[in-house]
């Protein structure tokens, strides 16, 4: 992490948004939390201040709830499908307006690189929205025919929207996460209110006041900054939320669904994962040790679909184990806002703790460091990538999530066998298989339990592509058309016409 030249200026848009008194958007308004108390956002590559953004609380819950309710049962069912839609449209484009912006933002409060999220992060949050544009004119029903004796029936379905949806979202791609949940529930005419991370608020209070200049009326967007005890706890238990929509912890998904229990409010969850990545000792091994890199170490390990668990045929494990290592040690890390930094510090204090405590009992049970295993430097909560090898399945390196950059290889012997291993986890949010023979390919897409398989390809990402978990990985999918059943119910009518 040495000194050079490639710093990027912050722009001055940014300094100001930074600097600002934030306040977050309740009922077309931005606003102080009602108890007036705020809480610190930090930057990951020197720990220090980023912004005091509002801390918002039961009651400021109570009062985006009772906006989104006006909204969802005036304003915005004034507005055609045709509408709704030219407004998601008209986000995808402020949102490539302020792309530059949007990528600093995010370095700065998340952590990642700034490169990376001017690629990843922000073209993909305005894509979401331009798909889900698209959707608002096509929420349609059928028409169903009945096998009433004598007939004398005509019945059709409605699709309707669910009404009022808290969303809860985590840290690790802010304004992306925002987009996956905005971006459905407003194309279907729902209204929302979004709780967002506490470790990374900035980028959807922005996001917040773009919402407001593309013209939505009041209370169909609030985003409410706060904790996840007081906040989020409060939007999941909310008796008049329809619909809660949360991405985070397995753990705490576990606390959504108690708490929505008390209204029966619908769920839809996107957890967490230990998902395997599958090398055959026939697939091409130039891209499948980069590609394996790649699913480890993409956003610093950060992503709930990681390929954490790397199994490698037995004949070729050396050879990838080794490669795998070479790429991960030629890694730059550094500060997000450095045009050549490749990985930045994980997001916040707790997470460094957290994956250094994987990385010691990972140590403690026999696991072997190949590469890195522990904390870079002393300031700034940097981790260098890993490769762990001699894991065996009862350690807890194998089992849980780290959500670092720590991968554990782990040899097989017989290439009909690795499915039952890699199936072996509570969760089954992705998984990745790297081979030339298309029938084991498309066996191992069959065989996998897994919401997503990559063949010959990892964390690979579009608005039409469903993603969402088997098993402890999640309740229903994001993206796509299926993740507008997220959001909407379905009315049957049925008419008696002679
Ligand atoms: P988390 O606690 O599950 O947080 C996710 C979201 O839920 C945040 O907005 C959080 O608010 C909120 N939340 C926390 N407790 C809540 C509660 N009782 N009721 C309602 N909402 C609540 O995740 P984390 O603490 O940030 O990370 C812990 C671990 O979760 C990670 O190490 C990783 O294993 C996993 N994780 C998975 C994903 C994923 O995409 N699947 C993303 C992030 C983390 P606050 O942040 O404001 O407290
Ligand atoms: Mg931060």
Same mark, same amino acid.
């Given at each position: ?23 977050? +958007? ?60 030219? *407004? ?5 484009? @402020? ?8 990528? %600093? ?22 894509? *979401? ?46 304004? @992306? ?57 409060? *939007? ?27 209204? +029966? ?19 091409? *091994? ?15 390990? %950060? ?42 510090? +994980? ?40 490769? @762990? ?110």
């Amino acid at each position: 992490m040495e000194e050079n030249s490639t710093l990027v200026e912050t722009l001055p848009s940014v300094r100001g948004f930074i600097s600002r008194r934030h306040k977050m +958007l309740i009922d077309g308004k931005m606003v102080d939390a009602a108890s007036g108390k705020t809480f610190a956002s930090y930057n990951p590559a020197t720990g220090e201040v980023l912004a005091q953004v509002p801390e918002g609380d039961k009651e400021d819950i109570d009062r985006a709830v009772s906006a989104a309710r006006r909204a969802f049962e005036g304003s915005w069912r004034k507005f055609t499908p045709s509408q709704r839609g030219q *407004l998601l449209w008209k986000i995808s484009e @402020l949102i490539e307006r302020h792309a530059d912006e949007f990528a %600093q933002i995010e370095s700065l409060d998340n952590g990642k690189p700034v490169a990376v999220a001017r690629v990843a992060d922000v073209p993909l949050a305005a894509d *979401l929205f331009r798909y889900m544009a698209g959707w608002a004119t096509k929420i349609e029903g059928n028409t169903i025919p009945l096998s009433i004796p004598g007939g004398g029936y005509f019945a059709y379905t409605l699709r309707e929207p669910v009404g009022v949806a808290g969303q809860i979202i985590p840290w690790n791609f802010p304004l @992306l996460m925002a987009a996956w949940k905005l971006g459905p529930a407003l194309a279907v005419g729902c209204t929302v209110v979004l709780k967002v991370a506490e470790q990374t608020p900035l980028s959807a209070l922005r996001l917040a006041e773009l919402i407001q200049e593309a013209g939505f009326p009041a209370g169909v967007v609030n985003v409410v900054t706060g904790f996840g005890e007081t906040a989020g706890a409060a *939007l999941a238990a909310h008796p008049a939320v329809d619909k809660i929509a949360f991405t985070g912890s397995t753990e705490v998904g576990k606390l959504i669904v108690q708490a929505a229990a008390g209204n +029966l409010k619908k769920v839809s969850l996107e957890l967490g994962g230990k998902s395997p990545n599958v090398v055959f000792k026939d697939a091409d *091994l130039e891209t499948a040790i980069p590609g394996a890199a790649n699913a480890i170490f993409f956003n610093h390990g %950060q992503c709930c679909c990681a390929g954490s668990r790397l199994y490698v045929e037995k004949d070729v494990f050396d050879q990838v184990v080794q490669g795998v290592a070479e790429q991960g040690k030629q890694i730059k890390l550094g500060p997000g806002m450095d045009l050549s930094t490749q990985m930045g510090p +994980l997001v916040s204090t707790e997470q460094l703790d957290r994956v250094c405590g994987y990385l010691q009992s990972g140590r403690q049970e026999g696991a072997k460091a190949v590469i890195g295993g522990g904390r870079v430097g002393d300031r700034g909560y940097f981790v260098a990538p890993t490769v @762990l090898t001699d894991v065996k399945p009862d350690m807890k390196v194998y089992q849980e999530e780290i959500f670092g950059p720590v991968v554990a290889a782990i040899p097989f012997s017989d290439p009909n066998e690795v499915e039952a291993a890699a199936n072996q986890t509570i969760y089954g949010l992705a998984a990745g298989v790297w081979t030339r023979d298309i029938g084991k390919a498309h066996s191992m897409a069959e065989k996998l339990r897994a919401g997503t398989v990559w063949i010959n390809c990892y964390n690979v990402f579009d608005a039409a592509l469903p993603f969402g978990g088997y098993k402890q990985s999640g309740w229903g999918r994001e993206m796509g058309h299926e993740v507008l059943e997220n959001y909407t119910e379905t009315k049957s009518v049925c008419v008696r016409i002679r």
